[in-house]
């Protein structure tokens, strides 16, 4: 079993900047890949971004990419996704997930968080 609580959620400006944390416990030591995504309210999750084991290999939904950042440090069992330029559309609830695969698809990730509150004021 693998625990992952993300942390940092919170409530920002639009155009303003949030990190957000994820943190494993349990049976770390499995090489699995992260990944990121959020569900706003009266919408289905959606994918947001993905990390590798060795953190070599990232992927980002297109709405997304360059201005959220995914990283992991696996001395800390910890993936990060720094969010910058945000708007009041990303509001939703962050998760984090572990799976075998950088995947943009929930299925293929095992273990889930219990998500964090992001919330995009305009």
């Known amino acids: 079993q693998v625990q992952l609580v993300e942390s940092g959620g919170g409530l920002v400006q639009a155009g303003g900047s949030l990190r957000l944390s994820c943190a494993a416990s349990?049976?770390?030591?499995?090489?699995?890949?992260m990944g990121w995504f959020r569900q706003a309210p009266g919408k289905e999750r959606e994918f947001v971004a993905a990390?590798?084991?060795?953190?070599?290999?990232?992927r980002y939904a297109g709405t997304v990419k360059g201005r959220f950042t995914i990283s992991r440090d696996n001395a800390k069992n910890t993936v990060y996704l720094q969010m910058n330029s945000l708007t009041p559309e990303e509001t939703a609830v962050y998760y984090c997930?572990?799976?075998?695969?950088?995947?943009?698809?929930?299925?293929?990730?095992?273990?889930w968080g219990q998500g964090t509150q992001v919330t995009v004021s305009s």
């Open positions: 997930a572990a799976g075998d695969s950088g995947s943009a698809s929930e299925v293929r990730y095992d273990y």
């Open positions: 990390i590798s084991w060795s953190g070599g290999s990232t």
């Open positions: 349990g049976r770390t030591r499995s090489r699995r890949a």
